[in-house]
């Protein structure tokens, strides 16, 4: 979520706010890392039953509208849903330019679903999704 005040354009108005503050910091902590992070509602479908996929492609048809345009006074821009397989979620992903300039990605859940729903969502992130864009889980020191 961003507010589009030069722009409708979500993608847009999101890399011009990491621009502007990765200039910023340029100019007044040089020595500063530039580490930026990006939300986004992911939720792979994977290993979830067919009731489930069929929420999930509800939840995203149902927010969906909101994307292609400012909401209210503050010109509210809003990320689309990455709801489908790990393997579209990767494409779109990959195609994001928001992405490629982030240091670090964030999955955001809905707040209406399961804890079932959660465990399927976040198994299918952390094996079929992160692994393809690199991550790889941190070593769990020994006791």
């Given at each position: ?63 969906y509208e909101r994307t292609l345009a400012p909401q209210g006074e503050r010109r509210v ?13 990767v494409e779109w992903l990959h195609a994001d330019p928001v992405l490629a300039e982030t ?27 992160a692994p393809q864009l690199g991550w790889r889980p941190a070593a769990v020191p020994a006791?």
């Amino acid at each position: 979520m961003v507010f589009g005040e030069a722009s409708d354009d979500f993608t847009t108005t999101q890399l011009s706010l990491i621009n502007g503050y990765r200039a910023r910091l340029t100019a007044d902590r040089p020595d500063q890392p530039r580490r930026v992070a990006l939300g986004r509602v992911i939720v792979p479908t994977d290993s979830a039953g067919a009731a489930a996929r069929e929420r999930y492609r509800q939840y995203a048809a149902s927010r969906y509208e909101r994307t292609l345009a400012p909401q209210g006074e503050r010109r509210v821009l809003f990320a689309p849903d990455l709801v489908g397989s790990a393997e579209q979620i990767v494409e779109w992903l990959h195609a994001d330019p928001v992405l490629a300039e982030t240091n670090e990605l964030r999955l955001e859940l809905p707040y209406e679903f399961t804890l079932d729903d959660y465990r399927q969502i976040l198994h299918d992130t952390v094996d079929l999704v992160a692994p393809q864009l690199g991550w790889r889980p941190a070593a769990v020191p020994a006791r």
